[in-house]
Nanobody
Framework: QVQLVESGGGLVQAGGSLRLSCAAS????????MGWYRQAPGKERELVAT???????KTADSVKGRFTISRDNAKNTVYLQMNSLKPEDTSVYYC???????????????WGQGTQVTVSS
């Protein structure tokens, strides 16, 4: 009914850049907020950045100044521009969205399958 699909992950050298995309599709009435999380092996999932429908953003201190979150409301898509990548950024990145579904008007918290980002030294 509702799904999130991430893309844009890959292998890059330290100092390089990647741009992640996440598109939401299905019976969507509105999307209140979207965000990016990451989880490395043996570690807990952590918040990277979030953005509301109005454009308000929050970014984790660990990536502030390097990562930028943005959103295209018309396309139900959120982006994460990652610059000055470091080896410690290596992780699986997950897209998240708080969505009000159409017809039923029920709210749900949805997650994508994740996309791997690997930063080599």
């Amino acid at each position: 009914q509702v799904q999130l699909v991430e893309s844009g992950g890959g292998l890059v050298q330290a100092g390089g850049s990647l741009r992640l995309s996440c598109a939401a599709s299905g019976s969507i009435f509105s999307i209140n907020a979207m965000g990016w999380y990451r989880q490395a092996p043996g570690k807990e999932r952590e918040l990277v950045a979030t953005i509301t429908s109005g454009g308000s953003t929050k970014t984790a201190d660990s990536v502030k100044g390097r990562f930028t979150i943005s959103r295209d409301n018309a396309k139900n898509t959120v982006y994460l521009q990652m610059n000055s990548l470091k080896p410690e950024d290596t992780s699986v990145y997950y897209c998240n969205a708080l969505i009000l579904r159409s017809i039923t008007l029920r709210v749900g918290d949805y997650w994508g399958q994740g996309t791997q980002v690997t930063v080599s030294s």
